[in-house]
């Protein structure tokens, strides 16, 4: 509640629009607005020259995203040449040299770069510990880097009002975490109504969601996730993420707590489901086989470092020793059902 | 029985004891309710706080009631002889118990459903009104329920300083050696006890069932 009160100072300060003459003056002069306390990482974090120089909309000036130069090829420092990755297409997310550190001092994360290109699906995948979670939390300003930066839409996530991120990226973790006071609606369609919307609205797009991830409106609606098995859940989960409409969607081992039958099918859906929504998808597994059917790139991580990024035919025929143990670990798993 | 007699005998100030010990304890823990949850809600934000203020809560809570009372006499404004003291003392007793539960019952939320929260774009005020509190309303009012008993019994020593209540019955007894009179006056201050707890535990549940707290899986 405290916090929610620097908080709205923050957004009200970012509705004053700073003239020029005015931005030009030191930073303490230009109200720039404090990062919400909790959130930052005891060193404070270092922003780049180049970030502030940048022009940055972040707060949904979405006509000056657009106007804004594409990606030179040679700046996207993955594999932009690489057969089967698009080096024209946008880059949406980019890490630049990230470290993320714990305060002991532990390092989660060393110097990751790496670019997630619109509409892809990007598969993070590694060991428990390589850090892909911390990856993906770092997107939506759930951790805050170190040293580098990350790039949301070309603007630095410290940049950002962390609450507007937020509302852009949908977000799914593997213990779903609905609300167990909603009801499956209510959960589904909680960011439109953090935003806002008509409850007309609201409903048809709840509705919509609900279709979208095969369950009956009617019959699941009125519910309450205890009601559910882990399989609805986890649907419900990926339609609560989609509510808004966001055009980046980050899942953490979405499929994970299921079982693998029920498994398959959630990914069978939501292999359909990506070609339909056409968004650009950060989706974290240890699974090979998973990475694989989804990935349109893996990004392989290893205890912190990315060991390369490649398209899973790639991936396949690589030959470096992180790589092929995970391969060999897939003839293990022969019997996982698989698409 | 001759305990009865009695108070059938003295109902009116049977009666008038009772009202004036139910508001003793009303008024206090309503007084500590709205100090101890605010309290307990900014701890949750301000974790360098927690251990000084946990740490005062439960200073008090060891202080003997009876000294409690005695302290405060000769303090101005909260003290003097008479029920305002009472009160003061009373709540303060009741803080420990209501800011522990409110403090434990919000970090209790599942760390997911938390997760999600902030990562769906809630704002701090969105997820404590919408997530936090309706989630952890139940033990927050199991506090208030531990308090109220509590606060039942130490104020029966209130009478000591003249704020009223059945402990005057207790305490005339005692004076006089006379057993009907003590049970007089801690029969109904038992009664009072359970009566409390048998309440606040109904809206307990009533509110954790409103709110999901106590949704137990149902086959569907």
Redesign the interface.
């Known amino acids: 509640m405290f916090i929610g009160l620097t908080e709205k100072s923050a957004l009200l300060a970012k509705q004053i629009s700073i003239p020029p003459e005015r931005a030009a003056q030191p930073k303490s002069l230009t109200r720039r607005p404090p990062a919400p306390k909790r959130l930052k990482p005891r060193g404070g974090y270092r922003r780049s020259a180049a970030s502030q120089q940048r022009n940055c909309f972040p707060n949904g000036d979405v006509a000056a995203y657009e106007r804004r130069p594409q990606v030179r090829p040679g700046f996207l420092r993955v594999d932009a040449n690489r057969p089967g990755s698009a080096g024209e297409k946008r880059a949406v997310i980019e890490f630049r040299s990230v470290s993320f550190h714990l305060d002991n001092g532990r390092r989660l994360i060393q110097d990751l770069n790496l670019t997630v290109l619109e509409g892809e699906t990007l598969v993070l995948l590694g060991q428990s510990g390589s850090g892909k979670t911390t990856t993906l939390k770092l997107i939506n300003r759930l951790l805050e880097p170190t040293s580098g930066e990350v790039l949301v839409k070309s603007c630095a996530t410290t940049a950002w009002d962390p609450i507007r991120l937020r509302r852009g990226i949908g977000y799914v973790i593997q213990e779903i975490g609905l609300f167990p006071h909603f009801t499956v609606a209510r959960n589904v369609g909680l960011v439109p109504a953090l935003e806002g919307w008509e409850p007309e609205r609201l409903r048809a797009r709840v509705e919509e969601l609900l279709l979208l991830v095969s369950l009956e409106p009617k019959e699941f609606g009125s519910r309450y996730p205890h009601e559910l098995s882990g399989g609805q859940r986890q649907r419900v989960g990926v339609a609560r993420a989609l509510a808004a409409d966001p055009p980046i969607l980050l899942m953490d081992e979405p499929f994970g707590a299921l079982d693998p039958v029920t498994r398959a099918e959630l990914r069978r859906e939501f292999q359909l489901l990506k070609q339909r929504l056409n968004k650009t998808i950060v989706f974290v597994t240890h699974e090979v086989r998973e990475a694989l059917a989804l990935a349109s790139r893996i990004a392989l991580l290893d205890e912190g470092r990315l060991v390369g990024v490649y398209p899973p035919e790639e991936f396949v025929r690589a030959r470096q020793p992180e790589i092929k143990a995970f391969l060999s670990a897939v003839d293990e798993w022969e019997l996982d059902p698989i698409s | 029985m001759d305990v009865f007699d009695f108070m059938i005998r003295n109902r009116a100030e049977v009666f008038k004891l009772t009202l004036e010990h139910l508001m003793l304890v009303t008024v206090s823990m309503l007084l500590a309710a709205i100090i101890a949850i605010p309290l307990g809600?900014?701890l949750t934000?301000?974790v360098a706080l927690q251990r000084w203020a946990l740490g005062c809560a439960n200073i008090i809570q060891t202080i003997p009631s009876l000294a409690l009372f005695g302290f405060l006499i000769p303090i101005p404004l909260l003290g003097g002889i008479g029920n305002r003291t009472a009160i003061v003392a009373l709540t303060l007793y009741a803080l420990l118990p209501i800011l522990r539960n409110t403090y434990a019952g919000i970090m209790g939320v599942?760390r997911?459903?938390?997760?999600?929260?902030?990562?769906?774009?809630?704002?701090?005020?969105?997820m404590?009104w919408?997530?936090q509190l309706?989630?952890s309303v139940g033990v927050i009012l199991a506090g208030v329920r531990v308090a109220t008993v509590i606060s039942v019994g130490i104020a029966t020593i209130a009478a000591a300083i003249g704020a009223g209540g059945l402990g005057t019955y207790i305490f005339r007894g005692l004076a006089m050696v006379n057993n009907q009179v003590i049970l007089a006056g801690a029969i109904p201050a038992a009664l009072l006890a359970l009566g409390a707890d048998a309440g606040l535990g109904l809206l307990e549940k009533r509110l954790g069932t409103r709110?999901?707290?106590t949704?137990?899986?149902?086959s569907?």
Not at chain 2, 112 to 126: F, K, L, N, S, W
Not at chain 2, 215 to 218: I, N, T, Y
Request: glycine share 10%; net charge positive.
């Open positions: 809600v900014l934000r301000r599942d997911a459903v938390i997760e999600a929260a902030r990562g769906m774009g809630m704002t701090d005020r969105q404590l919408q997530v309706p989630l709110f999901g707290w949704a137990k899986p149902q569907s």
